[in-house]
């Protein structure tokens, strides 16, 4: 079975890592002749409107998913008229546009943020009265790792950000002071069976992931249920095949829903050594109609993201169950470059671990 | 970092899969232009002895291991004038002649059964008498997976045997009644560090590996002491770098050592989903001079090898903590086509999933 996936990146190259013992081949499809998971496979390096460059890609696919989520909607509409693709073309439009993703929260139940479109100047001002300060002004497509943002503190603050952005789409939210911000990583087979990872407790730098904790620490089983509904009626409501992140508000004792990402995501990177089954072989799983492993953790683990530079890998392994991924990137500022996870089998172990690895926490 | 892999079988297909997150790169060399690493990296595709297309396979290379034991020594010896090889040649040598790595074992003090070489017909008359029926005659090289050995029985057995092998150099070693065979796992890192794997029961059929359980059941920690007595006596004598393998029988309470392997080894495949660190990024670790990682089991595991045929994916995955690993072979009779690894948290829970998987264990 020969699996196309649309993005060529880290996501991708995991993918891959995970899907060559279930004996499966792929092929990805990236702009950029460097694109990570070349080392691993073919890539056709082409960008995602050539159409013809598509066509080439899909001849002889059995399925195509994705690990980049900005591919067009006509491009996964082209490729979709000759192969199967998991998740469906719908699934990512909704979570490319932040109004129809929001949308969707809110007409499933969903707790959001108070949101509104705003398309003009004028807009701002009007939904700036309905939401209040502080509000987030975001585009209401190609936002990732905290780009297209900006947060809103003061009346003036609303000037410049309409002059940064005002030539995009964009959306304007009430700024959720939450208590901490958590992921729910789901999986969805063919078949509808639904399986569902520990919460994840995220933590941001600059708009980027910076490291996740998994399970979240004091994790009370009615927010996990909490998190388990959301992401059910989001998996159903698509018809959706894959795993699925969503990113939570935790506020007040309850969840509020942030965004989602129609693919195997960051937060989940845990999963390689934290968990019983990785999100990379039960996306691969999914898409293939092949049942799906258990998610349980094993014992608990800390994901820290190497941005920028990497450090030594013998400073690293040094670390008891400490696991180091290297993407094969070039360092760039703010470029995720790999990731550390460290297990341990209970809490008190992981800390003392992690103290180990301060070094890389420092700026 | 570049690593060359002599031998591009399953076992190079793991390591590569296990090396790529260290940010390591692979080029492998098989005569067998359908090598199972050949979907991971490059293979460069010529016979062991070809000098020349050694030549090109070691430009630019970092350092070289081996995942086939049956390497020329000519070969390696050649290669190692113009890159680090780890394991060393001279290790790969031993191992390559029963009749020098007994000798070696016996030299250390480690137990072995009673053997004798065997290069004519009178030899063998002289040495069957000194061994004693029953006893096993076995050619000195090239043997695996059973191939190559002869048990004699009685008195008549010895004139079959010598006629089918008689064209070889043997060995005849006194047969032991056993009560299990076990193998004990070692890596040994460029500064000396030592670290064991825990003991695994090995069952065979046909003389192929047929499944291990790891841990072995009811280990008592005198046994494990006395196995991993014997692997440090091997690496510190030979030097040694890398992962190390060594088969033994358990007969009365002690360990008598039947042979060693100086690369991975099927009985550590349960390492990937069942041990902290694998098997094959240790040895990776090892030869790369970087800090070994943790070998102690995370619950217990049945490895079971798929030979000849594989089964349905989904029949496999439908078991919890199932891990199937093809190695993208073509089905042939006796042929190792991947495995299966079965985890869990306790023997019970082992048990039960097990039963679901007996239909594999049905011939």
């Known amino acids: ?15 891959a890592l995970a899907g060559y013992p279930l004996g499966l081949h ?29 066509e080439c890609f899909a001849a002889g696919l059995d399925l195509v998913t994705y690990e980049f989520e900005n591919v067009p909607a006509t491009s996964t509409h082209f490729l979709a008229k000759c192969v199967p693709i998991y998740p469906s073309p719908k699934a990512l439009e909704t979570a490319q546009d932040r109004l129809t993703e929001k949308t969707l929260f809110h007409r499933l139940g969903i707790p959001v943020p108070e949101f509104a479109p705003v398309n003009s100047s004028s807009d701002l001002e009007a939904t700036l009265k309905q939401v209040g300060l ?26 410049h950000a309409w002059e940064a952005m005002g030539g995009f789409p964009l959306l304007l939210e009430g700024f959720i002071h939450f208590e901490r911000e958590l992921s729910i990583l789901a999986v969805r087979g063919k078949n509808g069976e639904i399986r569902f990872y520990p919460l994840v407790e995220n933590h941001h730098q600059d708009g980027i992931l910076r490291h996740s904790l998994a399970p979240a620490p004091n994790l009370i089983p009615a927010l996990q249920t909490q998190a388990e509904d959301y992401a059910t009626r989001v998996l159903e409501a698509l018809d959706y095949v894959g795993v699925l992140a969503i990113e939570l508000f935790q506020c007040a004792g309850r969840l509020l829903a942030n965004e989602m990402a ?5 937060s989940g990177h845990w999963t390689i050594e934290g968990a019983k089954t990785s999100q990379f072989e039960n996306h691969l799983r999914a898409i293939c109609g092949l049942p799906l ?8 683990s800390t994901m820290l993201n190497l941005i920028g530079t990497t450090p030594e890998p013998r400073q690293v392994l040094a670390i008891p169950e400490a696991h180091l991924h290297l993407y094969g990137k070039s360092a760039r500022p703010g470029r995720k470059l790999g990731h550390v996870t460290v297990r341990a089998d209970n809490q008190q172990t992981l800390e003392a671990r992690l103290e180990q690895l301060g070094f890389l926490f420092s700026p």
């Open 293 to 300: 492993g258990a998610t349980a953790a094993l014992g608990c």
């Open 1 to 15: 079975m020969t699996i196309g996936v649309l993005g060529g990146g880290q996501l991708g190259r995991m993918l």
């Open 26 to 54: 792929f092929r990805f499809f990236d702009p950029s002749p460097q694109a990570p998971a070349g080392n691993l496979a073919e890539v056709i390096s082409a960008n995602y409107d050539d159409l013809k460059s598509l």
């Open 262 to 266: 129609c693919r195997v995501h960051n």
């Open 134 to 159: 502080p509000a987030v002004l975001k585009t209401r497509r190609l936002g990732y790792d905290g780009k297209g943002q900006f947060v809103l503190r003061q009346h003036d603050d609303a000037q």
